[in-house]
């Protein structure tokens, strides 16, 4: 089975709204990733955050990380259409697995 | 190069031909990648290397699949007896990773259609 599981699966939301994403994982951890991938591209890395981390900025992306839950969110404030795509976890156990992920559609 | 390079982009195949699909990661990047995403799906690790050992293969679907990297720098995905249920798109990806002592950013490739008819 897969490390990372995503989700909800599909989220549609207004351009200017926040959305929120989340992925489960199963064993412990030394970090986690998010990546987006924009159809029939690959993936793109967008942020890292370590297992003694609880939370990451990066420009619009949020990141926070629950060791206890084994549960990580990544949040994209005030989104845009360029926004569309398809976000993965994943985590550095089992060599680097993903899940379904969760493909964001921001409507302009 | 300055990233993850794959070749061929698209490869069409006729059920039964072998295919070999190629991958030169970025150059140093100690650990490789390969996943197999079918339409709408997120990608299924087939194999990871580090330098020349294949030190997990736990996702190669039958042993129709073998995947080799023998200087440690580019890799090929060989199919055999290619069948339909093949046809995805494959991905490569690298990274300074070094198994059990956490990951770095990995950089994928913009993968390899193959469609089998």
């Known amino acids: 089975s897969q490390q990372g599981e995503e989700d909800p699966q599909a989220l549609s939301i207004q351009e200017g709204e926040n959305a929120t994403m989340n992925c489960s994982y199963k064993?412990?951890?030394?970090?986690l990733q998010w990546y987006r991938q924009n159809s029939g591209r690959g993936l793109v890395h967008l942020i890292l955050?370590?297992?003694?981390?609880r939370e990451k900025h990066s420009g619009r992306l949020r990141v926070t990380l629950d060791t206890s839950k084994k549960s990580s969110s990544l949040l994209i404030t005030a989104s845009r259409a360029a926004d569309t795509a398809s976000y993965f976890c994943?985590?550095?156990?089992?060599?680097?697995?993903f899940g379904a992920g969760t493909r964001l559609t921001v409507k302009p | 190069g300055a990233g993850v390079s794959q070749s061929p982009r698209y490869k069409v195949a006729k059920r039964g031909q072998d295919v070999a699909l190629r991958c030169d990661p970025i150059s140093g990047h100690v650990s490789l990648f390969w996943y197999q995403q079918a339409l709408g799906q997120g990608p299924e690790f087939l194999t990871y290397f580090q330098n020349e050992a294949q030190l997990d293969k736990s996702g190669l679907p039958s042993d129709r699949f073998f995947a080799e990297r023998p200087e440690g720098s580019v890799s090929t995905l060989k199919i055999q007896r290619t069948q339909q249920e093949d046809s995805a798109v494959y991905l490569c990806a690298s990274s300074y990773l070094i198994r059990g002592t956490g990951m770095t950013e990995a950089f994928f490739g913009q993968g390899t259609r193959l469609t089998v008819v």
């Open positions: 994943a985590t550095d156990a089992q060599d680097m697995r």
């Open positions: 064993t412990s951890i030394n970090n």
């Open positions: 955050i370590r297992s003694n981390e």
